[in-house]
């Protein structure tokens, strides 16, 4: 019995990764997943160049999809959702602390979990409100509420922009998800589309996919259903429309 859950609705939606850069590739993947590398980076085109020398990989991603996604729209609060967020940056700041190297400024500024958005906003000149945030394996779905009580609260639309990217080698053992290189974006509105429902569950966590890319599957694939684990709550997402 579900006795939690969230609708909404998607009025526009991006993807990007890797070798799937348009909807016909995603479609493709999410039919017949494989494992995705890092590799090319996105251009980031709409971004001065000034700004997108600023953003990591990891960054780089999430803007092309906020990007994509919003298509000049302003005054628009986003969610960001990282589980990881640029770890590789922080740990070479943190390898140039430990020999003694001085810290880049910039660099420690672009390590922080809400630096991509903040960097999106200034590049924008869009003083909307933006939320970053993790919350482990169900760092999507936290993101989906969060970003639908935005929406309660009287916000016409809601930007998420999900990503994620491999660890650093120095975090292989404690790498429990094998995160792939990936970034989504959904403009949310109020609606019936879509369901997220949770209930309590004792279950290991879903291992399949990492969250982002299992959630990036089930929209592209236009599966009616899909079904997640934490270790703490079992997540039902679903599709109405």
Request: aromatic share 8%.
């Amino acid at each position: 019995m579900r006795n939690h859950g969230v609708r909404f609705s998607i009025a526009k939606h991006a993807q990007w990764a890797p070798g799937l850069s348009t909807p016909e590739a995603w479609t493709q993947w999410a039919a017949a997943p494989y494992p995705i590398e890092v590799g090319e980076e996105p251009g980031v085109k709409a971004m001065p160049a000034m700004l997108r020398r600023r953003a990591g990989f990891l960054g780089k991603m999430a803007l092309e999809v906020a990007y994509q996604c919003l298509d000049g729209q302003a005054d628009i609060p986003t969610v960001f959702c990282s589980r990881h967020g640029d770890v590789a940056r922080a740990v070479e700041l943190l390898t140039d602390l430990a020999q003694g190297e001085p810290l880049s400024p910039t660099a420690f500024g672009m390590a922080v979990h809400n630096a991509i958005p903040g960097l999106f906003t200034i590049a924008r000149n869009d003083r909307a409100n933006h939320i970053a945030l993790a919350s482990g394996t169900a760092t999507v779905e936290h993101g989906v509420i969060e970003a639908c009580c935005l929406l309660a609260d009287g916000a016409e639309q809601v930007l998420l922009v999900v990503c994620d990217a491999p660890l650093p080698p120095l975090f292989a053992a404690f790498d429990d998800s094998h995160e792939q290189p990936h970034a989504w974006a959904w403009l949310m509105t109020a609606g019936d589309g879509y369901a997220l429902d949770w209930t309590a569950s004792s279950a290991a966590p879903s291992a399949a996919q990492p969250g982002g890319l299992a959630l990036a599957a089930f929209h592209a694939s236009g599966a009616a259903s899909l079904e997640r684990d934490d270790g703490r709550l079992h997540w039902t997402w679903s599709r109405h429309a």
